[in-house]
């Protein structure tokens, strides 16, 4: 995929991550929102930096399993598990539910 299909997934993937942080209202997904959006800047800042998938392999592959351990209670999680296949797709890696 072209890296700006990959940002916009990413794009994506990170505004629905936001938006479940400021609104939905399960403590228990909080820190795993936030993990998972620090991750996301991560990501942004590597790839923009390197203008190459290959420079956030590590970390798709870290984020893929913790999406499989921590499943997200929220009523967003449906919505963030998709968003991040979708993503982690784009980026090439065969997405796993470990």
């Known amino acids: 995929m072209t890296m700006e299909v990959i940002l916009d997934k990413l794009t994506d993937y990170v505004l ?3 938006n479940a942080l400021a609104n939905d209202r399960d ?3 909080r820190p795993y929102l936030k993990n998972h959006l620090a991750a996301s800047a991560e990501m ?3 790839l923009y930096q390197h203008e190459d998938v ?3 392999e590590d970390l798709v ?3 893929n399993r ?3 351990w921590s499943y997200l209670n929220g009523p967003s999680g449906d919505k ?3 968003a991040w296949v979708a993503f982690a797709k784009a980026t090439g890696y065969e997405y796993q539910n470990t």
């Open 16 to 18: 629905i991550l936001s």
């Open 27 to 29: 403590a228990n997904d």
């Open 44 to 46: 942004y800042a590597l």
């Open 54 to 56: 290959s420079a956030i």
């Open 61 to 63: 592959k870290s984020e």
């Open 66 to 68: 913790s999406h499989g």
């Open 80 to 82: 963030i598990s998709t």
